[in-house]
């Protein structure tokens, strides 16, 4: 008979395989501990690596919106932009039609201003030797009416001098010309010098008679010395500064300024010692042809095309008055501010003015036999 506390060897063997069994359970259920904390780190780095991407698709949508707006604008900009060119190319063109439309006035009027300025040199030049026709004739009738007197005087003393005594007492008839018995018209020129590049329109010497001014095509005004024993000019300076042809030239009373009245529709006055443009006198629509100081020259009155006159405060650096005298004025002259204005016009009239009172012409004179 076998003892109670002695094992069966069949149970025992179970019991390892059994422990043995729970062993390899405790070791599964480690491994798919250990797995599944891994699996739980890895799930929360991917929620982690989710909300950034999620984060990153909001800021993406958001730019995204952002640009689409800015593409719309960008969109809108350029459509105004392209009606904007649009109508400057619209613009340009029509300017461009203006412009050949008036640069082909301008070349008809050029080419007519040649004619004309070539038919007024013709006409010029007709009348100059019309005058010369006249000058020579009557130089030639009065040599012979001189021999003739002479050779009857040498012929009959007597009667020659009675006559002569007669013809002393007699007064000369009002309007006559009167021309001394044995003096002779020059008819060279004591001296001639080119003083300018272009045709001489405008001279003038001042109070004194010391210096002469000179205005020509060439838009300069030049100022020369009068040499009283050598008699000849000398240059002293050149005043620039003008557009355009001189027209008229005028010192003052001091002999220290020159006003000028140019075809651009100025007045321009200059410093005679540092030649320097002091004043111009802008204001008028067409060429200014003449202008005159007033008032020991603190005023300028000047007379243009454009049918008017304007008499400038130099000290204020402003047009004073404004004349209208219904016809372009050619040429004004002054006697002072109380002595008023003489002005000459196309329409063969010459208009008073006394500016004390009024602002039209106080006496027009016209077609007067």
Not at 314 to 339: M, P, W, Y
Request: aromatic residues 4%; glycine residues 6%; proline residues 2%.
């Amino acid at each position: 008979m076998q003892p109670c506390c002695q094992r069966d060897p069949v149970s025992v063997g179970v019991q390892e395989g059994k422990a043995e069994e729970l062993v390899e359970m405790h070791k599964k259920v480690g491994e798919v501990t250990t797995q599944l904390a891994e699996l739980t780190t890895q799930l929360r780095k991917k929620d982690n690596d989710l909300v950034k991407k999620d984060e990153r698709v909001r800021e993406a949508t958001s730019q995204r919106k952002r640009l689409e707006e800015e593409l719309d604008t960008a969109k809108k900009e350029l459509a105004s932009a392209q009606q904007t060119n649009q109508a400057l190319v619209d613009e340009h063109q029509a300017l461009q039609l203006a412009y050949n439309s008036h640069e082909v006035k301008l070349k008809e009027v050029e080419a007519e201003n040649d004619r004309l300025r070539k038919q007024l040199m013709s006409y010029k030049v007709k009348d100059a030797d019309r005058l010369n026709d006249q000058n020579e004739k009557f130089r030639s009738d009065r040599e012979r009416q001189l021999k003739e007197e002479i050779e009857q005087a040498t012929r009959e003393p007597s009667v020659a001098t009675a006559t002569s005594k007669h013809s002393s007492d007699k007064k000369p008839r009002k309007g006559s010309l009167s021309v001394t018995e044995g003096s002779i018209c020059p008819t060279t020129p004591l001296e001639s010098m080119e003083v300018h590049d272009n045709e001489v329109s405008a001279l003038c010497f001042d109070g004194q008679g010391n210096y002469m001014a000179t205005g020509g095509a060439d838009k300069v005004v030049k100022v020369w010395c009068w040499r009283e024993g050598l008699e000849k000019l000398e240059a002293k300076c050149n005043l620039t500064g003008s557009g355009a042809s001189i027209m008229s030239v005028q010192f003052d009373h001091q002999s220290k300024m020159v006003l000028a009245a140019c075809n651009d529709h100025a007045s321009r006055i200059w410093s005679i010692h540092d030649q320097r443009l002091k004043h111009t006198l802008t204001g008028h629509s067409n060429k200014v042809m003449s202008a005159k100081f007033l008032d020991e020259s603190q005023k300028v009155v000047t007379g243009s095309h454009d049918r008017t006159l304007k008499i400038w405060d130099i000290h204020h650096k402003t047009c004073a008055k404004t004349l209208f005298a219904g016809s372009s004025c050619n040429d004004v002259v002054t006697r002072g501010v109380r002595g008023g204005i003489i002005s000459a016009h196309f329409d063969k009239r010459i208009r008073f003015w006394d500016l004390r009172y009024c602002v039209s012409p106080t006496i027009v004179a016209a077609g007067i036999p």
